[in-house]
């Protein structure tokens, strides 16, 4: 099955006149570190875009501080330290009670503390969750415990490689069995980014291919995670969700291409996700 426009009806739904905040999902980003502090800003602000409503980014104490400067928009929670540890899990946990959704990964690092403490994090959340970046990694560590939530994981392809120990080259057709047989076995739904994106869940399978060669720089993988962590918390079923965030992130940053060429940046890519929403739904 290839992606297509329509895909967008499944999520952006006419809206009732007395709607309101926490309608269309309340989110935690959970990111971010002493040496890479604005990760989850991407993230977060990628969402936004998406249509989510509300979305706080939980980051150690000096990255919160740099991200809580950048914008109005953006609702910070501060974690003691320079790095997420197990000292921030319980916190963490008790913030994402009120949460529909939670992306998490991008600019932790892979300290081995770190990725323990990501663990503990995923162990016990009982919510749909990206994981994405460093928490693939920490996820990769602990497969047989985690199997079976209800995450999607958005690897690339040597982020898949750690995750499942198989080397997919450019052949379409051995990136979707690869990525259908690890889906299965894991229990999860797994989007692998590329060229053309491939998305399963174990048993379905589709690919996107809206995209830019453009789309190189770090960042674009960032402000998918934050479209996908937008239709979760907007309570979109783990698949479809996937399937359209790669779309949207996709024919979003073909349009920044077109004004932008090769000097595209992942914020402006943002700036273009309405501009795909208009295509299916209108104020």
């Not at 889906?183 to 589709?206: C, M, N, P, W």
């Not at 073909?254 to 000097?263: C, D, I, P, R, T």
Request: with cysteine.
């Amino acid at each position: 099955m290839e992606v297509r426009l329509d895909i967008l009806k499944e999520i952006y739904k006419k809206r009732e006149e007395w709607c309101h905040k926490h309608d269309f999902g309340n989110l935690l980003v959970i990111g971010a570190s002493k040496l890479y502090p604005t990760t989850p800003l991407l993230v977060a602000l990628a969402a936004y875009r998406a249509g989510v409503d509300w979305v706080t980014i939980a980051a150690p104490e000096e990255a919160s501080k740099i991200i809580a400067s950048y914008s109005p928009d953006i609702m910070v929670y501060p974690l003691k330290g320079d790095f997420l540890s197990k000292e921030n899990v319980e916190e963490i946990l008790k913030i994402s009670e009120k949460r529909d959704a939670i992306e998490i990964g991008g600019g932790l690092t892979r300290d081995e503390k770190v990725l323990e403490a990501i663990f503990e994090i995923l162990k016990k959340i009982d919510k749909p969750c990206v994981i994405d970046d460093d928490a693939i990694y920490a996820f990769s560590k602990h497969k047989e415990e985690l199997k079976g939530k209800n995450f999607v994981l958005t690897p690339h392809s040597y982020e898949f490689f750690i995750l499942s120990g198989i080397k997919v080259g450019n052949d379409l057709k051995e990136r979707i069995e690869a990525v259908k047989k690890v889906a299965k076995e894991l229990k999860v739904t797994i989007l692998l980014k590329g060229h053309f994106d491939v998305i399963s869940d174990g048993e379905r399978v589709a690919v996107n291919k809206t995209g830019s060669t453009a789309m190189t720089k770090a960042g674009f993988g960032n402000t998918l995670a934050g479209i996908l962590a937008a239709y979760l918390a907007r309570k979109v079923d783990a698949f479809t969700a996937a399937c359209a965030a790669a779309y949207v992130n996709g024919k979003a940053g073909e349009l920044a291409s077109k004004k932008f060429s090769e000097g595209i940046l992942p914020t402006d890519l943002i700036q273009f996700i309405p501009e795909v929403i208009k295509k299916v739904r209108k104020y």
